[in-house]
C-alpha cells in the first residue's frame, strides 16, 4: 500500500492554516498574532522538510529561525516608539 505525500502535506497546509488564521485578533486598531502565526507556519514547514528527508534544509532553517525571531521583535520595539 502506498501514500501520496502531496496529499499530506495538502492536510498539514490546511490544518495549519485553520491554526494560524485562529490565533490572528483584530485588537481596537492593532492585529496581532502576525508573528505567531508565521512561526506555526515555518514550524510545519520545518518538520514536513525533516518527514520529507531533507534534514540539513531543515536544521538550517531551524536555526535561521531562532536568530531571526528576536532580530523581529527588537525591530517591532523600535517601529513602536517611533509612533
Keep these: 500500500?502506498?501514500?501520496?505525500?502531496?496529499?499530506i502535506a495538502a492536510q498539514v497546509v490546511t490544518g495549519i492554516g485553520f491554526i494560524g488564521a485562529g490565533v490572528i485578533f483584530r485588537h481596537e486598531e492593532k492585529v496581532e498574532?502576525?508573528?505567531t502565526a508565521?512561526?506555526?507556519?515555518?514550524a510545519a514547514a520545518i518538520g514536513m522538510g525533516v518527514g520529507s528527508g531533507?534534514?540539513?534544509?531543515?536544521?538550517?532553517?531551524?536555526?535561521?529561525?531562532?536568530?531571526?525571531?528576536?532580530?523581529?521583535?527588537?525591530?517591532?520595539?523600535?517601529?513602536?516608539k517611533k509612533d
Design 33 to 35: 498574532g502576525i508573528t
Design 54 to 80: 531533507y534534514y540539513f534544509i531543515s536544521a538550517a532553517t531551524a536555526v535561521l529561525i531562532v536568530v531571526l525571531l528576536p532580530l523581529s521583535q527588537k525591530l517591532t520595539d523600535l517601529f513602536r
Design 38 to 42: 508565521a512561526g506555526l507556519w515555518v
Design 1 to 7: 500500500m502506498g501514500y501520496d505525500p502531496t496529499r
